[in-house]
């Protein structure tokens, strides 16, 4: 492995960058339910803005109160890394570059224990108070946002000698803006809104081996597995729905209970999701979340199935019920579900040719999805009908249209196409 031409001092922050998540949240959900949601509540007072990130510590930390020291650092050890954690520490291990765990929210032991897990020299956290082994609930010292880790760094350099390396710094949110004024190069991974004025580069791919161009030197390229197996699951999940608007379509009965069935499913799933992004895992849902949720989803908060339910409802409820064209708002789900779906699928598999208004969709993957839906059409329209509409909705797909959600844009936008047209006698759809 190439030596770096100068040594670099490299910071990561440890939530969300080396561990998945929010720690406390991982910590809490394992002490009861009643302790989750109060940690809950106070995170939901931060991100509103209403409550500062010194606060959050000092009450977030009484919920500890009594919990061994031992105890976390066992949980600690079990807790799940970002992927590409041990391949990134490894290589820049090897190129000679000093790397540094800081946190201002995890107890220092615990950080400790981790730069150990994982190879990085230095460690910086959270003092607490312990009293024979147990937390007392009360912090030793609580500086200022982001601005202690910059003091701690200014006595590492001094005390270990390392002014002749360049600080880099590596974190997500608005609380290591001090951190970012500080290095010579600030990277964001996956950062917020706020974090992301305040940085040089920015990475959103949820492997920390997506840092390597940027903060390794010389710069690697790096090749990051896709997870196939779970865009998979993800898809025919998809996919099964389309037994929906079949069920619309052959009966008016069915109406009610499908649209219970999907207002009901969303409420449910909202609130496991909430749960989940505290740190409360309901067994089945928050399985197939992690079985079927792309890896920038299941470390946030997951909207994808909420924009989906919308995506089969609208169409059935406006165009059917409030509008009278039931075989229209059936086709066009129809088209989404199935097009969508195995476009998917077909371009993951075997997609070599990417379009140029879209680089994310391929031509191979297209075409199948427009054939398949094509053929899941002749069953309740006629062929000239099927061919239009998959060829409508493959279409819409296609648009690079950044603020509209697929899942709820192309059932809706096809469907109202074709509402237009039929209602002006340019086409008529049967």
């Known amino acids: 492995m190439a030596q770096a031409e100068r040594r670099r001092l490299i910071v990561f922050d440890v939530d969300g960058v080396i561990i998945r998540g929010f720690w406390l949240s991982q910590i809490t959900a394992r002490l009861g339910i009643i302790k989750s949601f109060a940690l809950g509540i106070l995170l939901i007072l931060y991100e509103a803005r209403i409550m500062e990130v010194t606060s959050l510590m000092r009450y977030a930390y009484r919920l500890l109160r009594g919990v061994p020291k031992e105890w976390l650092l066992r949980m600690t050890s ?3 890394l970002v992927r590409g954690v041990p391949e990134t520490i490894q290589l820049l291990k090897q190129q000679g570059h000093i790397l540094v765990l800081i946190s201002s929210g995890i107890p220092d032991f615990v950080v400790s224990r981790l730069s ?8 910086y956290g959270l003092c607490l108070e312990a009293k024979d082994g147990l937390l007392t609930g009360h912090i030793s010292a609580l500086g200022s946002r982001g601005q ?22 590596i974190a997500n949110d608005r609380n290591n803006i001090p951190l970012f004024e500080f290095s010579y190069l600030p990277v964001g991974f996956r950062p917020d809104r706020v974090a992301r004025r305040h940085v040089q580069h920015v990475v959103t791919t949820p492997d920390l081996r997506a840092l390597l161009p940027f903060i390794a030197s010389p710069s690697v390229s790096v090749y990051i597995p896709r997870r196939l197996g779970q865009e998979i699951v993800r898809q025919l999940l998809h996919a099964s729905a389309v037994i929906i608007p079949f069920l619309w379509l052959s009966d008016i009965s069915w109406h009610l209970p499908i649209l ?22 309901i067994p089945l849902i928050s399985k197939v979340v992690h079985a079927a ?25 406006l165009f059917s019920i409030l509008l009278p064209f039931p075989l229209i708002a059936t086709a066009s789900v129809i088209a989404f579900l199935v097009g969508d ?52 909705a493959c279409f819409i797909e296609l648009l690079p249209v950044p603020l509209i959600d697929d899942n709820v844009s192309v059932s809706i936008l096809t469907a109202t196409c074709f509402c237009v047209l039929q209602f002006f006698g340019v086409f008529t759809f049967f």
């Open 78 to 80: 079990q807790s799940d």
């Open 116 to 123: 150990k897990i994982i190879g990085a020299q230095f460690a």
């Open 148 to 169: 202690i880790k910059v003091e701690y760094i200014k006595d590492l350099i001094k005390t270990q000698q390392l002014a002749d390396c360049e600080l880099v710094a």
């Open 260 to 281: 219970t069935v999907i207002a009901s499913g969303s409420l449910l799933f909202l609130v496991s999701e909430l749960l989940r992004y505290y740190g409360i895992r």
């Open 293 to 317: 949720g792309r890896e920038e989803e299941v470390g946030g908060f997951v909207l994808s199935p909420l924009f989906f339910a919308a995506g089969v409802a609208i169409p059935l409820v």
């Open 341 to 392: 779906s195995f476009s998917t699928i077909a371009g993951l598999l075997f997609g070599r040719h990417k379009w140029r208004v879209n680089q994310k969709k391929t031509v191979e993957g297209s075409i199948t999805g427009f054939s398949i839906a094509f053929l899941a059409l002749l069953f309740v329209v006629t062929p000239l009908s099927a061919l239009f509409c998959a060829a409508l």
